[in-house]
């Protein structure tokens, strides 16, 4: 019995799209047959988190380029060398006649692999600069920004305001709906729709000749075929053969789970969240005073004539008078109240306060690097929403122990 069309798109009104998209959900892919991955109702965060739900990123000399002609790809270097056999099989199979010539699945040819989490998260901060400079625009402040102090304080107003909707810092970044599922390096894509159209999404390629072969050829070669995008694929690392592959570059073999692959080939993002804060106001600031270095005034004349104007230059600022103008405890400590507000995490005031000391003492005890590691740790503990803690599904706990590894009001002034 043929599909019946699927024909949600983005432009419909919320109740047409939200009806379409559930009709999809419930009865486009088919319902036997391989697994597949659903990043839209699922897997959302899958390769962006580890087995703790620590925020990671593929390690770049863990990445390695896929051989095609139509362009340069990269993935994480064992999910090449799956879909570098997989293509190998297509090929081979389109020789003999096994595979039909002319649907989109007739020669596997990347689009897009992995995309640069730093890089698109540096695109993303100019944009929330923008609004910021707006804001002092709207709200005629810019008169009172005449140092890094004054514009730092601005600043994390408008951090208030605008988490956790908006995020700010690499780990809120990486998994929230602003950044592509394409950072984990995991996942390869075979085609450039729409994500949005679902009859384009049915018609050429559910509906291909080629689609049965296709998604349990990529299931042997341990990938899963995007419900959403069925034009992308994601290795499944829990897959015995990927595990297979993935044991070639001193990971261990341990199908079911995703092993040691996160701790082996990808680093934290937590690590270097800090850092990558402190840089992003300085730099903004640096650009402020370079685009206004002169702050503006309507002042009144003492002897009574008309108003004048009044300039004086913003006072600018060297890397390392900023090094020396806050300490590290600073920033240990506006960090973990971004963090809590970007993770939804409410907490009493005097809870938080004594959170905050208790930092000040683990800084001194434990040193930089070990204290970012119990800050992450920490900032986990306190949020409701962790998976295990959420009630799960019995097909949830199948995904979780069998298959695919899941991943998944605080001001920030007066600290």
Same mark, same amino acid.
């Given at each position: 019995?043929? #599909?019946?069309? =699927? ?29 597949? !991955? ?35 790809? +990269? ?11 997989? &293509? ?36 993303? @901060? ?6 910021? #400079?707006?804001? @002092? ?10 140092? =890094? /102090? ?27 709906? =602003? ?8 996942? !390869? ?9 679902? @009859? ?10 080629? =689609? ?50 996160? /701790? ?16 992003? +106001? ?14 503006? /005034? ?33 920033? #240990? ?13 409410? +907490?009493?005031?005097?809870?938080? &306060? ?27 503990? @306190? ?6 803690? &959420? ?25």
């Amino acid at each position: 019995m043929p #599909l019946p069309d =699927f024909t949600a798109t983005n432009k419909q009104t919320a109740l047409d799209t939200y009806i379409f998209r559930r009709f999809y959900k419930e009865n486009a892919y088919p319902e036997f047959g391989p697994r597949f !991955i659903d990043y839209w109702y699922d897997k959302s965060f899958y390769g962006r988190i580890d087995r703790e739900e620590r925020v990671v990123v593929p390690r770049t000399d863990s990445l390695k380029q896929i051989r095609t002609n139509s362009g340069t790809y +990269l993935g994480v270097n064992f999910v090449v060398d799956a879909f570098e056999e997989l &293509k190998s099989k297509f090929e081979h199979g389109a020789l003999r006649s096994a595979i039909s010539r002319g649907g989109v699945y007739s020669a596997l040819n990347p689009t897009a692999a992995w995309s640069n989490a730093t890089n698109l998260y540096f695109s993303y @901060l100019d944009a929330i600069n923008d609004l910021f #400079l707006n804001s @002092l625009n709207e709200d005629r402040t810019h008169q009172s920004v005449r140092t =890094f /102090e004054d514009f730092s304080k601005r600043y994390i107003q408008f951090f208030n305001k605008i988490l956790p909707a908006l995020p700010i810092t690499k780990s809120g970044f990486v998994i929230s709906k =602003f950044c592509s599922p394409m950072v984990s390096g995991l996942t !390869i894509e075979l085609g450039g729709e729409d994500h949005a159209t679902d @009859l384009r999404k049915q018609k050429s390629y559910i509906e291909d000749v080629n =689609f049965e072969v296709f998604r349990n050829t990529a299931a042997k070669f341990g990938f899963v075929v995007d419900k959403n995008a069925p034009w992308r694929l994601t290795a499944e690392l829990a897959s015995p053969r990927m595990q297979f592959y993935s044991k070639n570059y001193n990971t261990t073999y341990a199908p079911g789970s995703a092993s040691d692959i996160f /701790e082996t080939l990808y680093t934290k993002t937590y690590e270097e969240d800090i850092d990558l804060l402190k840089s992003f +106001l300085f730099s903004s600031y640096e650009e402020y005073v370079d685009s206004a270095p002169v702050v503006e /005034e309507l002042k009144e004349s003492k002897c009574g004539k008309n108003p004048f104007i009044h300039r004086s230059p913003r006072k600018t600022i060297t890397e390392s008078e900023y090094e020396g103008l806050y300490g590290e405890q600073y920033w #240990l400590k506006l960090y973990f109240r971004i963090r809590l507000r970007e993770t939804g995490v409410v +907490l009493h005031p005097a809870k938080l &306060k004594v959170h905050l000391n208790q930092i000040s003492g683990l800084h001194k005890a434990l040193g930089h690097g070990k204290i970012l590691h119990s800050l992450n740790e920490r900032i986990l503990d @306190l949020n409701p929403e962790r998976w295990w803690i &959420k009630g799960i599904t019995s097909q949830e706990e199948y995904d979780i122990l069998h298959a695919v590894s899941s991943t998944s009001d605080v001001t920030l002034m007066n600290i």
